[in-house]
């Protein structure tokens, strides 16, 4: 049985509202892990740790640009016209 239009939409909208907010909350935790909690090791942190989470955190942030925009391409290819 085919799915309509507004079925697709909104079984892609609700896996898109995942990924955006699995994505919003790896941000955020980065941001948490990386000014807030503070390691008791007699040693300073490497400055490539910084860096590295820096990293991540711009691809984290790009990646919900493009899913959001992948998955709405996905569903819309799955509708059938009738």
């Known amino acids: 049985m ?7 939409f909104d079984q892609s909208l609700r896996v898109t509202r995942v990924l955006y907010a699995a994505l ?13 909690v503070q390691p008791n ?3 300073p942190i490497a400055p490539m740790m910084a860096i590295n989470l820096g990293a ?5 942030a790009a990646l919900s640009f493009f ?9 819309t ?4 016209v009738e």
């Open 41 to 43: 090791v007699p040693q």
């Open 24 to 36: 919003v909350m790896t941000t955020v935790m980065l941001a948490v892990v990386s000014f807030v």
């Open 67 to 75: 899913l959001p925009a992948k998955t709405t391409a996905t569903a």
């Open 2 to 8: 085919a799915m309509t239009a507004r079925q697709v």
């Open 77 to 80: 290819a799955r509708i059938r």
């Open 56 to 60: 991540v955190a711009v691809v984290v």
